[in-house]
């Protein structure tokens, strides 16, 4: 109850594409999903978070979309480019307290 | 402002050694993680520490992994007589106290066991 699963393990976008990243969990305590962005040799980099009082947050040219009821949440990242090339977590917690983490997403934005 | 540093950030041992890698949380911040990183793989939470209470332990995969921090903020995360398969990489984390803050996280120490 505890997992969170994230799908795709890899994703390759065309420049200018959108790419999605879908996360699904069990634990309905859960109360906050952050999703990171990682780059080799770094450590994970807040990207957008979302509450689950709220069924979309869109910063810039990324969206989470949540469905509560289906447990879902999903990373959208419109007119995708090469620097976007990373790897991306999503998460999920109660309160203050440690993260769960999906397996991870490698994605490839080609130019 | 200075993020979360972490030292060393490449630490090469032989099997059977001890390693203490450090953390450094962000000014402030009451709340640090520790998660461990395998190749190619998600973030395994560790231990988690919150102002004066007692640190969470649960991640702890052996008794010779423990971790403390000293005044409420360096921590220092200590491998007793390593295995190979403690080869990953150690990422530190701080968040400020209240509901919903985001973990903000160091670039870790990427440990090799020889």
């Known amino acids: 109850q505890q997992q969170v699963k994230q799908s795709p393990q890899s994703l390759i976008v065309q420049k200018g594409g959108i790419s999605i990243i879908n996360c699904a969990y069990e634990n309905t305590a859960f109360d906050y999903f952050p999703w990171y962005q990682q780059f080799p040799g770094k450590g994970p980099a807040l990207l957008i978070a979302?509450?689950?009082?709220?069924s979309e947050k869109k910063e810039g040219r990324f969206t989470i979309s949540f469905n509560k009821s289906a447990k879902q949440f999903s990373l959208h990242i419109m007119d995708s480019q090469p620097g976007d090339s990373a790897t991306y977590f999503c998460a999920a917690s109660k309160g203050t307290y440690k993260y769960i983490f999906g397996t991870g997403t490698r994605l490839k934005v080609l130019a | 402002g200075a993020g979360v540093s972490q030292s060393p950030s490449n630490k090469v041992t032989e099997k059977g050694k001890d390693v203490e890698l450090r953390c450094d949380p962000i000014s402030g911040h009451t709340a640090l993680y520790w998660y461990r990183q395998s190749l190619g793989q998600g973030l395994e939470f560790l231990i988690y520490?919150?102002?004066?209470?007692?640190?969470?332990k649960s991640g702890l995969p052996s008794d010779r992994f423990s971790a403390e921090r000293t005044g409420g903020s360096v921590s220092t995360l200590t491998i007793q007589r390593t295995q190979q398969e403690d080869s990953a990489v150690y990422l530190c984390?701080?968040?400020?106290?209240?509901?919903?803050?985001?973990?903000?996280f160091g670039d870790g120490t990427r440990l090799s066991i020889l």
């Open positions: 984390a701080s968040s400020l106290e209240q509901s919903n803050q985001p973990q903000h």
């Open positions: 979302i509450r689950p009082d709220v």
């Open positions: 520490f919150q102002g004066n209470s007692a640190p969470d």
